[in-house]
């Protein structure tokens, strides 16, 4: 029974791509290469042709069980995975971190306290939690009270060493994307600003905070200016202490809201923790930013979710500043101290091949927002494969429903699929586990990118280019139709 149902999900997941054919070949055992023009194109091929899709397609899937590799394409090639590169640094993190490790964030005492006043200098101590957010600073602004504080003599400082400083994740994508801020030793709120505007009588009244779920302080470090004029929407100029923002009134209606990346950590975590321990009656001074941590006693001390359940959220919400600071932490752990993502990625790319014999995977971040990185399907196979063997990586990734003959996604498929997605505009991405209606469990990886179209894009137009939906719609019912073909062949 189980064989039927396959089948019939199989030839209705490929009816939209294919013409009927008589049945699929045996599973060839070695990679299989695009043919010359004119040539009889192999099965896979003709699933790729049928896809439409302009640009390159790499695959290879293997058996779980046995770990022999049953089908690639594209030989030797690499693509730039997006975020599919996030299941890789979350077994980078893991073996040199551990699962249970915890990042730290605490307050330091540089001089003595004496009846509750510090006569030296206050610090807040990043330890490249990527999770911290207002409701962690707003809690431990209340125990530093608890402790005894209430009044610091000496300077306030934000120690952010713990990692290198970068300004921006991608410096190619527009300076207003949420998903490529600053990284650094701390980080608050995904090192995003809350945005929100509302049109009044007498123009718009604008805010910028670090809310949260019980807190909204204003900021301080960034600030947004309403300019008359339609384009661009959005312009960011740095000065000495302040993100300078502009935002182009035509764009706004009449109101609404948006997380703006910040591109100095520090200052808004300093900015922001000010604000929350004058709330406990604790008056700090401007805030100085570190990369040196001087000793002193620790007077509050705030740990985050085990390593675990932060790359559980990872790869559920495909966070890029997650990847990088926890990237960066297993790097620093390592014994290499990186100079910035560049330096860290590259350092993953040599442990993935010391661990897996990944020798054709030149990353250029963790996060996978770079589509400079490069990885060979095989090579991530080999990685899934192995990181199997101690289920330490399926029951983090997330459930990925195929769809039906209509194109609804459907819990009822007998392929299931646990896998991480990867979309970047023109390139698309999927790697991970399937286990078949036969219950045979196979690894995978799927990348396919249009480099050429995405080197013609502007800066600008890279948040929503035209023709970039369709493109990765395409992507995406190929990536079904190879699972659907996998599915069939190797089922039982």
Same mark, same amino acid.
């Given at each position: 029974?189980?064989?039927?149902?396959?089948?019939?999900?199989?030839?209705?997941?490929?009816?939209?791509?294919?013409?009927?054919?008589?049945?699929?070949?045996?599973?060839?055992?070695?990679?299989?290469?695009?043919?010359l023009?004119?040539?009889?194109?192999?099965?896979?091929?003709?699933?790729?042709?049928a896809?439409?899709?302009?640009?390159?397609v790499?695959?290879?899937?293997?058996?779980?069980?046995?770990?022999?590799?049953?089908?690639?394409?594209?030989?030797?090639?690499?693509?730039?995975?997006?975020?599919?590169?996030?299941a890789?640094?979350?077994?980078?993190?893991l073996?040199?971190?551990?699962?249970?490790?915890?990042?730290?964030?605490?307050?330091?005492?540089?001089?003595?306290?004496?009846?509750?006043?510090?006569?030296?200098?206050?610090?807040?101590?990043?330890?490249?939690?990527?999770?911290?957010?207002?409701?962690?600073?707003?809690?431990?602004?209340?125990?530093?009270?608890k402790?005894?504080?209430?009044?610091?003599?000496?300077?306030?400082?934000?120690?952010?060493?713990?990692?290198?400083?970068?300004?921006?994740?991608?410096?190619?994508?527009?300076?207003?994307?949420?998903?490529?801020?600053? /990284?650094? #030793? =701390?980080? *608050?709120?995904?090192?995003? $600003?809350?945005?929100?505007?509302?049109? +009044? !009588?007498?123009?718009?009244?604008?805010?910028?905070?670090?809310?949260?779920?019980?807190?909204?302080?204003?900021?301080?470090?960034?600030?947004?200016?309403?300019?008359?004029r339609?384009?661009?929407?959005?312009?960011?100029?740095?000065?000495?202490?302040?993100?300078?923002?502009?935002?182009?009134?035509?764009?706004?209606?009449?109101?609404?809201?948006?997380?703006?990346?910040?591109?100095?950590?520090?200052?808004?975590?300093?900015?922001?923790?000010?604000?929350?321990?004058? /709330?406990? #009656? =604790?008056? *700090?001074?401007?805030?100085? $930013?570190?990369?040196?941590?001087?000793? +002193? !006693?620790?007077?509050?001390?705030?740990?985050?979710?085990?390593?675990?359940?932060?790359?559980?959220?990872?790869?559920?919400?495909?966070?890029?500043?997650?990847?990088?600071?926890?990237?960066?932490?297993?790097t620093?752990?390592?014994?290499?101290?990186?100079?910035?993502?560049?330096?860290?990625?590259?350092?993953?790319?040599?442990?993935?091949a010391?661990?897996?014999?990944?020798?054709?995977?030149?990353?250029?971040?963790?996060?996978?927002l770079?589509?400079?990185?490069?990885?060979?399907?095989?090579? *991530?196979?080999?990685?899934? $494969?192995?990181?199997?063997?101690?289920?330490?990586?399926?029951?983090?990734l997330?459930?990925?429903?195929?769809?039906?003959?209509?194109?609804?996604?459907?819990?009822?498929?007998?392929?299931k699929?646990?896998?991480?997605?990867?979309?970047?505009?023109?390139?698309?991405?999927?790697?991970?586990f399937?286990?078949?209606?036969?219950?045979?469990?196979l690894?995978?990886?799927?990348?396919?990118?249009?480099?050429?179209?995405?080197?013609?894009?502007?800066?600008?137009q890279?948040?929503?280019?035209?023709?970039?939906?369709?493109?990765?719609?395409?992507?995406?019912?190929?990536?079904?139709?190879?699972?659907?073909?996998?599915?069939?062949?190797?089922?039982?």
């Amino acid at each position: 029974m189980a064989d039927r149902i396959s089948r019939r999900y199989f030839l209705a997941g490929l009816g939209a791509l294919l013409a009927p054919a008589s049945g699929w070949a045996n599973a060839p055992e070695t990679s299989l290469r695009p043919r010359l023009r004119g040539a009889r194109l192999s099965d896979p091929e003709k699933v790729i042709r049928a896809a439409g899709l302009k640009g390159e397609v790499v695959f290879a899937v293997a058996d779980v069980k046995t770990g022999n590799q049953l089908e690639a394409f594209g030989g030797e090639n690499g693509l730039p995975p997006a975020s599919v590169a996030k299941a890789l640094t979350a077994l980078y993190a893991l073996d040199l971190l551990g699962p249970d490790h915890r990042f730290e964030t605490r307050l330091i005492a540089d001089g003595p306290v004496e009846n509750g006043i510090l006569k030296g200098d206050l610090i807040l101590a990043g330890g490249g939690d990527p999770l911290l957010d207002t409701e962690a600073l707003a809690s431990m602004a209340a125990n530093l009270r608890k402790a005894g504080i209430r009044e610091v003599r000496g300077a306030f400082k934000v120690y952010e060493g713990a990692l290198p400083y970068v300004n921006s994740i991608d410096p190619t994508q527009p300076d207003h994307v949420g998903y490529s801020p600053a /990284v650094t #030793g =701390i980080a *608050l709120n995904f090192n995003r $600003v809350h945005f929100e505007w509302a049109r +009044g !009588a007498k123009g718009y009244a604008v805010s910028m905070d670090a809310r949260s779920a019980n807190y909204r302080p204003d900021v301080a470090m960034a600030k947004m200016l309403v300019a008359d004029r339609s384009l661009p929407i959005y312009t960011y100029q740095a000065s000495a202490r302040v993100d300078n923002w502009t935002v182009a009134r035509t764009a706004l209606g009449n109101g609404g809201a948006r997380w703006l990346p910040v591109r100095r950590p520090s200052l808004y975590a300093g900015d922001v923790f000010q604000t929350l321990a004058r /709330v406990n #009656g =604790i008056v *700090l001074g401007r805030t100085q $930013v570190v990369r040196s941590l001087p000793e +002193g !006693a620790v007077l509050v001390t705030h740990r985050s979710e085990p390593l675990i359940d932060i790359l559980r959220g990872m790869l559920k919400y495909s966070t890029n500043l997650t990847a990088e600071m926890v990237g960066m932490a297993a790097t620093k752990a390592r014994g290499a101290m990186p100079a910035d993502l560049q330096d860290s990625a590259r350092e993953m790319n040599r442990w993935a091949a010391e661990k897996y014999g990944a020798t054709r995977t030149a990353m250029a971040d963790h996060s996978g927002l770079s589509d400079a990185s490069r990885m060979a399907p095989g090579d *991530l196979v080999k990685a899934l $494969v192995a990181a199997r063997k101690t289920n330490v990586l399926r029951p983090l990734l997330k459930p990925y429903n195929l769809r039906d003959s209509k194109g609804r996604p459907t819990n009822s498929h007998p392929i299931k699929v646990d896998a991480k997605t990867g979309t970047l505009n023109f390139v698309s991405g999927l790697g991970g586990f399937m286990t078949t209606a036969g219950g045979v469990e196979l690894a995978f990886a799927i990348f396919t990118a249009d480099i050429a179209h995405r080197a013609t894009l502007s800066r600008a137009q890279r948040e929503r280019p035209e023709g970039a939906r369709p493109w990765n719609s395409r992507s995406r019912r190929l990536q079904q139709a190879l699972i659907e073909r996998w599915g069939s062949l190797y089922g039982s």
